[in-house]
């Protein structure tokens, strides 16, 4: 917001007057900065704006209902299919998953987890495979 | 007497300029910072980005106008490390305070089991809740009240052009490297834990969090702007 001296806010090749705290020598990097802080902008915005929307879509919903995907999220993680999401949870209950003893793990110095990738929207096809066990008594 | 008189109509002339400069940048501003407020939501970011793109043209609109505004550079600086904060504050605030929500439990594991299984691997076991990955949580009882919540204050200031903005920016844009620095290595020495059954590993995770670096850009600039403009 102060003035500076013109000699500081002008190039000498173009007379194109610098932005204000720009000096000479650091005018092209400032330019390619403000460039990569627009760039940077813009992807926060997207990934803000559509990462849950996509990562919701990919792992089921709106066929499956959010506390469907956090049920089998559990089931997967704690490698226990009588798991479920509890939702409202209690206010000042223990963790969810205290005290577990079911989660398959290869554990070591670097404990390695035994479950797979989910595929896309692989937990609809779990759902709907559990439940047509269900109906046909086949456990 | 005449010399006088040119002097105080040159004074009037400043102050009438000061003051439309000032009036010019209060209105660029009010639309950057509700924008920036959205911004900072994550999921409300595209309601926010166009009245924030609107304080931007207002601001350049003033500068071509011949009216003293904030630098441009200053003003995305400002906005960007504030937003960055934001954005990193409440994916963490979430996981420390709001693990047992719906939303967390979707959102954050889905996105663990997509990049990261830092928030997947024994969500929600150990007895404050949330992430279980080794080394998560001490991060984020570090970064979150103090970098975070610092870095904030300090975009404010250096919006405001004061002298105490640009040097507490300066500082916490390097606790940003430490931070990254050491977040990094915390995940690879556990790398197992972290990438192991994960859907788009490692370089998903770089893809998607390397837009984060707006401390690494702002850096450069904050260390060669001339700071003599920094003098609220």
């Known amino acids: 917001m102060n003035s500076e001296p013109a000699s500081l806010n002008e190039t000498k090749s173009h007379q194109q007057p610098l932005p204000l705290g720009t000096t000479p020598a650091f005018a092209g990097m400032h330019k390619w900065l403000q460039r990569g802080l627009v760039v940077c902008l813009t992807a926060l915005v997207l990934e803000g704006a559509f990462t ?9 919903w709106p066929t499956l209902s959010l506390q469907e995907i956090c049920t089998e999220f559990e089931k997967i993680r704690f490698a226990d299919e009588s ?20 989660a398959q793990d290869q554990w070591g110095i670097q404990p390695r987890p035994q479950y797979k990738a989910i595929g896309y929207r692989e937990l609809i096809q779990r759902v709907a495979a559990r ?6 008594g086949v456990p | 007497m005449s010399e006088l008189t040119t002097s105080m109509s040159g004074m009037n002339a400043l102050g009438t300029h000061d003051e439309r400069s000032r009036q010019a940048q209060w209105q660029a501003d009010k639309w950057m910072m509700s924008g920036a407020l959205f911004l900072g939501s994550a999921v409300f970011g595209i309601i926010g980005l166009p009245l924030f793109l609107r304080g931007l ?13 904030r630098p441009m550079m200053v003003t995305l600086i400002g906005y960007l490390v504030a937003v960055d904060a934001a954005l990193n504050s409440i994916g963490w605030a979430l996981d420390m305070v709001a693990h047992h929500t719906l939303l967390a439990r979707v959102f954050l594991m889905a996105w663990g089991n997509m ?7 024994h969500y929600n076991e150990l007895w404050i809740g949330g992430a279980s990955a080794p080394g998560e949580k001490a991060w984020e009882i570090a970064l979150l009240p103090l970098v975070f919540s610092m870095r904030i ?32 290595a915390n995940m690879t020495i556990f790398a ?12 998903g995770w770089w893809l998607y969090d390397i837009f984060y670096i707006t401390p690494f850009l702002a850096l450069p600039y904050l260390h060669s702007v001339n700071r003599e403009i920094f003098s609220h």
Do not use: N
Not at chain 1, 52 to 60: D, I, S, T, V
């Open chain 2, 192 to 203: 197992d834990v972290r990438y192991t059954g994960v859907v788009f590993p490692v370089i």
């Open chain 1, 52 to 60: 849950f929307p996509l990562l919701a879509m990919w792992y089921g």
């Open chain 2, 57 to 69: 043209a207002l601001q350049l609109k003033a500068q071509r106008a011949g009216l003293t505004v």
């Open chain 2, 115 to 121: 990049f990261d299984a830092g928030y997947f691997w």
């Open chain 2, 153 to 184: 204050a300090a975009a404010i200031g250096f919006l405001q052009m004061k002298r105490w903005g640009h040097q507490w920016l300066v500082i916490t844009c390097w606790f940003g490297v430490v931070a990254w620095t050491g977040y990094i």
């Open chain 1, 83 to 102: 798991r479920v999401c509890i939702y409202p949870y209690p206010l000042f209950g223990p963790a969810e998953g205290a005290g577990q003893t079911t």
């Open chain 1, 131 to 136: 439940q047509a066990a269900e109906s046909t």
